[in-house]
């Protein structure tokens, strides 16, 4: 299991920008497809943006155009540019693997997240 640690939340007003970074224990990360997932009050956790070991992205239809994933197999880090940050993008966000094949809603490690409000 990859330990990450994730940092960069904060409280921003709509329309505003942050960038969120999920720092993997081991250099193995590499060889991993990594998500962003995010969990609102009272709301399932979603992943909303993921990133293949080989640098495909994905995202949901809700952070697409407005969301960017990246990674930096360098450093064993991974980042999300939250830009034109709305209301309802607020939540708790965790980064972890994705798995293929895997469901990852059964996934029992995470890490401690990093809180985003987005203020109207």
């Known amino acids: 299991q990859v330990q990450v640690v994730e940092s960069g939340g904060g409280l921003v007003q709509a329309g505003g920008s942050l960038r969120l970074s999920c720092a993997a224990s081991t250099s193995i990360f590499r060889f991993y497809d990594m998500g962003w997932y995010r969990q609102a009050p009272g709301k399932e956790r979603q992943l909303v943006a993921w990133v293949t070991s080989g640098g495909t992205t994905n995202y949901v239809d809700s952070v697409k155009g407005r969301f960017t994933i990246s990674r930096d197999n360098t450093k064993n880090t991974m980042y999300l540019q939250m830009n034109s940050l709305k209301p309802e993008d607020t939540a708790v966000y965790y980064c972890?693997?994705?798995?293929?094949?895997?469901?990852?809603?059964?996934?029992?490690?995470w890490g401690q997240g990093t809180q985003v409000t987005v203020s109207s």
């Open positions: 972890n693997r994705l798995s293929p094949g895997t469901d990852w809603t059964k996934y029992t490690y």
